[in-house]
């Protein structure tokens, strides 16, 4: 079983940053894609951003050029810097990783850290 832990949350003013981490533990023989998500009230879980163990990316439209998605795969950490925020980027962030425990695949959910952007 794979456990994602998060962290990083918090309150902060529009324009503001945070840094989310997420690591993973547990019987892990390799990772294909670490990722976040995040779900505001009332909404769906939409992709934030996401990298594989290629090294390639992928950004929502709505964060390009503010969020940056960085992986230490040594560590099988992976790290949001979320800078410029604004209001509509209130959710709860959840981190995601799926790859290959050496007998099956894995897809793992985090717990989910608040993220609040409010004056």
């Known amino acids: 079983q794979v456990q994602l832990v998060e962290s990083g949350g918090g309150l902060v003013q529009p324009g503001g940053s945070l840094r989310l981490s997420c690591a993973a533990s547990?019987?892990?023989?390799?990772?294909?894609?670490m990722g976040w998500y995040r779900q505001a009230p009332g909404k769906q879980r939409d992709l934030v951003a996401d990298?594989?163990?290629?090294?390639?990316?992928n950004y929502a439209d709505s964060v390009k050029g503010r969020f940056t998605i960085s992986k230490d795969n040594a560590e099988n950490t992976v790290y949001l810097q979320m800078n410029s925020l604004k209001p509509e980027d209130t959710a709860v962030y959840y981190c995601?990783?799926?790859?290959?425990?050496?007998?099956?695949?894995?897809?793992?959910w985090g717990q989910g850290t608040q993220v609040t952007i409010s004056s």
């Open positions: 547990g019987r892990i023989l390799s990772i294909n894609t």
């Open positions: 995601y990783a799926d790859g290959f425990d050496g007998r099956a695949g894995f897809d793992s």
């Open positions: 990298t594989t163990s290629g090294g390639s990316t």
